[in-house]
């Protein structure tokens, strides 16, 4: 009896590894500015901070900044190079064209960063505000619900074991 309760209780702590195991890569991204309201081939000249869980610079890394078209779909990638600083990097990205442009940051660790679509050579949208949070929020919620359910399958295993009439 007493090995089945041991076998269930390792059972419903090896549900939280792997989300656990997920929550350790992620990084943030701060741009030093936006690509908002550049003309057709000006050059934006963007530094970016990379930091490890928000806290660690990272060093050792590749990012590259994607700009992409709205209109054809057009992708060009521009690779950032270290800025000498730990954790500082700095690319230089030209949008080719007139138009809506999004942008997304590829750290060069964990994650690609998103940013909302920018008007070139136009009237610019509002852009987004420079740096993206890049918390894995979907990692977050499922930790939270494998522990949930780890407690959960550990309270009922536990209750079953207490009410079990004595033998003997």
């Known amino acids: 009896m007493r090995a089945r309760w041991i076998a269930a209780a390792v059972a419903a702590g090896l549900l939280v590894l792997p989300a656990g195991a997920l929550a350790g890569g992620w990084a943030t991204v701060t741009l030093s500015s936006t690509p908002a309201g550049l003309g057709p081939g000006d050059p934006w000249v963007v ?10 610079p990272l060093d050792g890394v590749e990012p590259s900044i994607v ?15 270290p800025a000498g600083h730990p954790g500082h990097y700095e690319a230089r990205a030209v949008f080719p064209d ?15 960063h998103d940013y909302p679509a920018v008007t ?8 987004a505000a420079a740096g993206g949070d890049g918390f894995p929020w979907s990692v977050l919620l499922v930790s939270l619900l494998a522990g949930l359910a780890a407690v959960g399958l550990t309270t009922v295993l536990l209750r079953r074991r207490r009410d079990r009439p004595a033998l003997g």
Do not use: C
């Not at 530094?47 to 660690?56: A, N, S």
């Open 47 to 56: 530094d970016m901070e990379i930091l490890q869980h928000g806290r660690t």
């Open 67 to 81: 700009l992409t078209n709205g209109a054809t779909g057009e992708t060009r990638t521009v690779q950032a190079k």
């Open 98 to 112: 007139a138009g809506r442009w999004t942008y997304a940051v590829d750290d060069g660790f964990s994650q690609v």
């Open 120 to 127: 070139i050579g136009g009237a610019a949208s509002a852009p």
